[in-house]
T-cell receptor, first 112, second 116 residues
Framework: AQSVAQPEDQVNVAEGNPLTVKCTYS??????LFWYVQYPNRGLQFLLK??????LVKGSYGFEAEFNKSQTSFHLKKPSALVSDSALYFC??????????FGPGTRLSVLP | DTEVTQTPKHLVMGMTNKKSLKCEQH?????MYWYKQKAKKPPELMFV???????INESVPSRFSPECPNSSLLNLHLHALQPEDSALYLC???????????????FGPGTRLTVT
């Protein structure tokens, strides 16, 4: 069965510094990997996805993610964090014929 | 347009009430989903409709009853709910659910449900 882990419940970073939100996955076949962001009392917003090809995926709002097959990881990154990036971030995986499985979420706080 | 709309935004209901949540999308997507989300937790899948047919029911209690009148609309009928059913109910849609699909899901803003 597929699963997703986000090892950090909370990530704190100063505004202007680079940020990383970690995600590792376990699937039986080739993974489709996704990142979503959720602001308070809102639905989830799609940021980016990895399907195949280049291991570095660029997405919305300046976010990017790096796929590493050997480490089964798909970490979300941004070169310079903004206070407005503070939110709850979910990594999700989908393998062949299955629906989304979400990780537990990581709360990102960007401090001014 | 990547918008999924949900009504109402907030709903308070008693345990004997009957109410419905509504979801609509106009992106031509053929798959629609209902999720339940508790505070600070990931969404939990409840139902999946693919081409207007219920394809997955994740063993949800019968007090939740989904309906897909057409490819753009999704309803969730609620009856005799329990206080533990209080949560954010999210609707989502995607282009499809076929095996190997890489389609992302687009989420609505959710309905905040409180059962008293």
């Amino acid at each position: 069965a597929q699963s997703v882990a986000q090892p950090e419940d909370q990530v704190n970073v100063a505004e202007g510094n680079p940020l990383t939100v970690k995600c590792t996955y376990s699937v039986s076949g080739n993974p489709y990997l996704f990142w979503y962001v959720q602001y308070p009392n809102r639905g989830l917003q799609f940021l980016l996805k990895y399907i195949t090809g280049d291991n570095l995926v660029k997405g919305s709002y300046g976010f990017e993610a790096e796929f590493n097959k050997s480490q089964t990881s798909f970490h979300l990154k941004k070169p310079s964090a903004l206070v407005s990036d503070s939110a709850l971030y979910f990594c999700a995986v989908r393998d062949y014929g299955q629906n989304f499985v979400f990780g537990p979420g990581t709360r990102l706080s960007v401090l001014p | 347009d990547t918008e999924v709309t949900q009504t109402p935004k907030h709903l308070v209901m008693g345990m004997t009430n009957k109410k419905s949540l509504k979801c609509e999308q106009h992106m031509g997507h053929r798959a629609m989903y209902w999720y339940k989300q508790k505070a600070k937790k990931p969404p939990e899948l409840m139902f999946v409709y693919s081409y207007e047919k219920l394809s997955i029911n994740e063993s949800v209690p019968s007090r939740f009853s989904p309906e897909c009148p057409n490819s753009s609309l999704l309803n969730l009928h609620l009856h005799a709910l329990q206080p533990e059913d209080s949560a954010l109910y999210l609707c989502a849609s995607s282009q499809g659910t076929s095996g190997g699909s890489s389609y992302e899901q687009y989420f609505g803003p959710g309905t905040r449900l409180t059962v008293t």
